[in-house]
Every structure is written in structure tokens, then in C-alpha cells.
């Protein structure tokens, strides 16, 4: 049993206005050349995703739950980092009712310095019953994938590093913790390679990092569940971000904001401020 069931009418009407556009694609007419993207996570009520790093855990009731398997089987692709790929060992599938292989979401691992070994894993045994796709591990090595990654119909797909980014780096350079690809460059990479929809769930850097790029996100929805997970969580709290007089200013803020209650859970949807 999957514990997902399906959403009322009035649900899914809540959530029509924050799904990617039917197409998939932007229809605002902005850069054609990147992904809708839309950022999701469950948080608790002092801004936690998870009790300490590297720890699963559960914060999304049944309903809340139901509601991230509804928008993953609505995106083309869903993204987490290396750390949720290790702590977590997701399936990163959809096991919304009635969800086939065609409307599994692609799964992406942003994973650069190839942290995370993908055998036996959970996303790898969905694959082989046919309940997933076969992972896309965003890499910057300049290698052969795992040789289970290939067996399974799964690839690399190699981005290059942000040149601004800590230490520099390139082609086939083993990096260092600092060393980042833009979100730019990963985003289009995937776009390039026909995601026209992206739902991006975490974790912490993931998160953080791009709600520091307001103009890459199109839409945020957030399940708040009733409780504190306490001092040593991991926390969403992107860097400080300050204007041109020097002055500490809110780091990001939704608009257009709607809120609906999910069983014990809050689900707030926006769209970043930019
Ligand atoms: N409640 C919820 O909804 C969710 C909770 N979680 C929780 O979050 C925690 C994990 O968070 P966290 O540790 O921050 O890990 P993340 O999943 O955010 O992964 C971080 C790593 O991903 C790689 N990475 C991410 N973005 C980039 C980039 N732009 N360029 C290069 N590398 C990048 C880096 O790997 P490297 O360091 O190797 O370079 C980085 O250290 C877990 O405990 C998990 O359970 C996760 C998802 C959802
Ligand atoms: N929406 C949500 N609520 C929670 O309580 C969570 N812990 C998460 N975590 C995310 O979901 C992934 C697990 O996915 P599978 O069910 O294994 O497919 C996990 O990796 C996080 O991205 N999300």
C-alpha cells in the first residue's frame, strides 16, 4: 500500500493556479530556454525539513503526502540534491493513483563530486518494476557512469562549474565542497534535453540556494506540518541578502499567495518576489 490516495476536486482546483502550464513550458513568454520550476518541500513550524543532517524524516500527513505525489505526476522532472539522495534514499516516483511509466517524473540527482552511490538503491529497484524512470545524475566528472546506473537506461548529465563559484574547478577536476554549478546552467541543461516542467523538493543547500534566485523559480508550495523539530534541524533560512545602502533586507518573499489546509497539515503556494 502506497498511503497516497486521490485529492478532492477542490484540492486540485487550489493547486491549478501553481501547476506548470499545460504545454510545460513557460507561457509568459520568458526564457524558453529554462524549465518551469517549482519548489516544494514540508517544513515544520520552525522552519525545519529534517530533525539533524542526513536524518528522513516524515513531517507531510496522508494528505499532504497524496498532494506531493499529485504535483510530481503533473512535472516533467523531479530534482534533489546529493545529501536528500544519501539521508533519504528517495524513490522519487509517483505513486499518485493512476500513474503510469509515462507519467512518471524523470529523477535528477544534482551529485558533482559523486557522493552517492546509486546501486541498490530505491529509485534504481522502482526503475526495474517499471514504477519509475531511470535517474539523471547531474555530474561534473568527466567519467563513464556507474555501471548500474547504465544498466538501469539511466546517464550523467554533465554541467561545467559556475566560474564564479568558490575555487574555481573544471572539466574532469575533482572539487571541493564550494564549488557549485548555477542553477542556470543545470536548469537549461535539462531544458536542453526536453524537461519542460521541473519540481525541485530539496534539500537544505538545494532550497536555500535557489530561493536566492527568485527569477529561476515560477512557483513555491510549501506544506507546513503542527510541530517543532527543534534546536540541531536542518533549517530552510537562505544566505542574507542586503540592498545598495548596505541595510539588511528581507533574503526572499512570495507573492500572490494562497493557503489551504490539507488534513493537520498548511499548504501555502506563492510565487517568489523578484
Ligand atoms: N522535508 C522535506 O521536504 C525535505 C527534507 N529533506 C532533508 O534535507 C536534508 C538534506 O539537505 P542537505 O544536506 O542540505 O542536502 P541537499 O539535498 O540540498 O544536497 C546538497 C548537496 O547537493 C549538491 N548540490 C546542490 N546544489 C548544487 C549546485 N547548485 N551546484 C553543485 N552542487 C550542488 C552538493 O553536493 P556536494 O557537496 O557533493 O558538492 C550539496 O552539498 C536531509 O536530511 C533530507 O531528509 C530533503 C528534501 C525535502
Ligand atoms: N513533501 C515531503 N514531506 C516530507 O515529510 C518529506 N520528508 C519529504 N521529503 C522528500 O520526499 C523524498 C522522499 O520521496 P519518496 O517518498 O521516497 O519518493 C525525500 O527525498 C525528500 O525529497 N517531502
Redo the contacts with the bound molecule.
Sequence with gaps: MSGVSELSESDKVFLKAFLPPKSGTRSDGRDPGLPFVTL????SLDGM?????????T??GPETKSMTHYLRMHHDAIL??????I??D?GLNSRYPGATLDTQPQPVI????A?WDVSGKNVLRLTSGRQGKAPWI?S?LDVLPNQALSDAGGSLVHVEF?ST?EAGGGLGVP?T?G?????SS?LRSLRKRGIGSIMI?????????LLAEPMLVDSVIV?IAPTWLGVGG?AVAPSPKFDDAGQRVNSARLEHTVWRQFGADAVLCGRPMR
Design positions: 516544494t518541500y514540508a517544513s525539513i529534517s530533525l539533524s543532517p542526513g536524518v528522513r524524516t513531517l507531510s534533489v540534491g546529493a545529501g536528500t539522495a539521508a533519504d528517495p544534482v551529485d558533482l563530486r557522493r547531474i561534473n559556475d563559484s572539487h565542497q564549488q557549485q554549478c548555477s542553477w543545470i523538493e530539496g534539500g537544505a543547500r538545494v532550497i536555500n540556494s506544506t536542518v
